[in-house]
């Protein structure tokens, strides 16, 4: 049976069969990410088939092409963290527009498992995630998953046992009591669906063929490359903060430019409650040069801005000038055409942002939907 480092390789020089293969060898893995993390099944196949599409584009990437199942999981997770946070933004839409809220479908995985699952398993390093990817999520025999690693079947058993102690350990301390022997069970996930496979294939094979949530994770994986690029070179340069700081900012610049201009908001909550209408018609707000002014009335508050764009959802942390602490307050955005949806809510813990676009009374916070203003002549 070929290896997936064959399969890339034979995809490289044009074999669209050789994709196809690993679609069908990796398909279950990234389908069961996309499944726990999304509960729709129709938002999982469209985030399975972005999953496959980034790989088309960026199959150079892999590097060492041994470690595939690793990257298609981290995309896959990526992608569907991506999907859930515009599903998010359009539930505040549709919430806006008086339509009622869609129950989420069920999955048949325990709730409090799937939401800390991939959190954890992302944590783990490479050398512990290969093997738990392989063998417990999609589903490889010892041989087999040593075979695709270049182990021997005692490391890799030495290395499984490991990556599931961890995990056993990290999801008791997050309040899930399953031990590491059912993480497999419980995790097993349905084989996708044929037709998904074959459609997915047939779609990567046109080099024309995208979509906008492939699009999406493709734009910020080559921003992310930008910036350890800046970051490379200032280490190998010994460049000092400044000029380091420098770099940096240009590999970020195009993101804040994408922010940058005046705004209306069209809504707003404070700790789950909406602030009413008349309040939002005299507030404002306007990013510029590395800062984001709120304007209501006479009032004015200012912070400063940084991004963090690579995560998903996106980070955005701000440092008011007055009367702010320590800590930045770590919130997320999401732009989509000429809107912009900005979140800071409590932290789950000490320096993780939310990741959700919403507000709650326990957790406070604020949520500011905003309008771009559009300027005469354009």
Known sequence: MPTDDDLLAAFRAGDDDAFA????????MVFGVCTRILGSRHDAEDAFQATFLVLARRADAVRPADQLGRWLYGVAR????????????????????????????????????????????????????????LCDLEGLSYREAAR????????????????RRRLAGWLTRRGVTLPAAGLTVALTPAPAPAQLIASTADAAADPGYSTPLAEGVLKTMTLTRRIKTAATIALVLGLGGAAASVLYAQAVDPEM?????????????????????????????????????????????????????????????????????????RGIYALEGDQLTLCWAAEAAPGERTKEFRTTPERGGRLLVLARVQLKGK
């Open 21 to 28: 293969d690993l679609v069908r060898r990796h398909g279950g």
């Open 257 to 329: 430019r994408r922010l940058e201009g005046t705004w209306t908001v069209v809504r707003a909550e404070r700790s789950g409650k909406a602030v009413p209408a008349a309040e939002l018609k005299h507030m404002t707000v306007t990013i510029a040069r590395g800062k984001l002014t709120v304007r209501s009335g006479e009032r004015e508050e200012v912070a400063a801005v940084t991004l963090d764009p690579t995560p998903t959802p996106r980070g955005i942390d701000l440092r008011p000038q007055k009367g702010g602490g320590p800590e930045p307050e």
């Open 148 to 163: 695709q690693l270049g182990l021997a079947e005692g490391t890799l058993s030495n290395r499984l046992a490991a990556a």
């Open 78 to 133: 990526r992608v569907a963290l991506k999907a859930r946070a515009r599903r998010e933004r359009r539930r505040v839409v549709e919430a806006m527009a008086g339509e009622p809220d869609r129950p989420a479908e069920s999955t048949g995985v325990p709730e409090n498992l799937w939401r800390v699952l991939d959190e954890e398993a992302a944590r783990l390093p490479t050398r512990l995630l290969s093997p738990f990817v």
